[in-house]
């Protein structure tokens, strides 16, 4: 049975492309440090208060995307959406304009999240969740929500990431059909917060992996494996 693409896999991939191929295929899930514990923590917290908050003004309405006019909702909470390939949970849905009909109806998204800042990896799971949402419904949304930390709305331009989206899954999927092996550990500034540090730090050390360097990322390595093979080629 093929693996679902979910939002942490396809973030992940931003960060290093091993860190996503070990998400999906290793038995050894990692080791949670303190950051990340801290994170989903304040995540689920900060994603509790801010739904209860809303269903204070609104009905509360199933969570799922609406099949029937009798079903649509101003606001729907925590919607799961899956499809045959992937799986995705959006923390709020809110209907676009006055539509009461299915073929017409749209539905914007918006993302919790457990920090102060917006990051890129928060944008693409964003876009990625849009991407989703479009298979529901009949346009991609060109815009989504963050709800940071301190409870303000963040409305996020998705467009410019929609490409990226669409490039990592092309990745994701073939490597579901025949995974390969991982890809070759780089060293890089998220290694400091990733389950998997002690693990790929390591098979640096033993393969004296040029990335042990600081400062040395994937495309001065790949540059400084070219030179060292042309020179054995002399």
Known sequence: MYK???????????????????????DDK????????????????????YIATLKDKYPIANPTVPHTA???????????????????????????????????LNYSH????????????????????GH???????????????????GKSHKVNLAPFYKEVDLILEVLKQWRISPKQAPSVILNKHCSCCLFQKQCEKIARDSDCLSLLGGIGKKEVTAVRLNIDQAQLV
């Open 4 to 26: 679902k693409i979910t939002p942490k896999v396809v973030s992940a991939y931003v960060e290093c492309p091993r860190k996503a191929f070990q998400l999906m295929f290793a």
């Open 30 to 49: 990692g080791i949670p440090n303190e950051y990340t514990q801290s994170l989903e923590e304040d995540t689920d917290k900060n994603r509790r208060n």
């Open 70 to 104: 009798q079903e649509i909702q101003k606001k729907v909470f925590e919607t799961p959406l899956e499809t045959e390939d992937f799986l995705a949970s959006a923390d709020i849905l809110t209907k676009v304009g006055d539509s009461t009909s299915l073929r017409k």
């Open 110 to 129: 918006s993302l919790v999240i457990g920090t102060h800042k917006i990051n890129k990896q928060q944008k693409i799971q964003l876009a990625f969740i």
């Open 132 to 150: 989703i949402l479009s298979m529901y419904q009949k346009e991609k949304p060109m815009s989504g929500v963050m709800i940071a930390m301190d």
